[in-house]
């Protein structure tokens, strides 16, 4: 009799502790799915955004350089004016923008995906 108890006292253990792994399984899944959703969508937001902000960038350098060829009274002059701008922020943002840049990224995703405060 005692030998049965035993014997099926394991055997509840046993189905459980499968049970709690198999609890276990899911919720981290379900988990890593969630954070991997939430910076999918925000890569996805980001690259919206980004297209939409050089997209108005274009048309204002555009407008810019369109003003200055007009005051300067040469048609090209703009152009040329308004790249050399935008030459000289690449060369700036190439030597001394890359740490500030990969903290800035690191920052913003590391909030998106390891934040626990909900919203829901």
Do not use: W
Request: a neutral charge; hydrophobic letters at 50%; zero cysteines.
């Amino acid at each position: 009799m005692a030998f049965e108890k035993l014997s099926d006292s394991v055997h509840d253990l046993n189905d459980n502790i499968q049970a709690f792994m198999h609890s276990n399984v899911e919720y981290y899944k379900l988990k890593a799915f969630k954070q991997g959703m939430k910076g999918a969508t925000s890569l996805v937001r980001f690259l919206i955004m980004g297209f939409l902000l050089s997209t108005a960038g274009i048309l204002i350098s555009f407008a810019i350089a369109i003003l200055l060829s007009e005051a300067i009274g040469t048609p090209s002059a703009g152009y040329f004016i308004v790249g050399g701008f935008y030459l000289l922020v690449l060369i700036l943002i190439y030597i001394f923008g890359k740490e500030p840049i990969e903290k800035l990224v690191l920052r913003k995703f590391s909030k998106v995906v390891f934040d626990e405060k909900d919203k829901e």
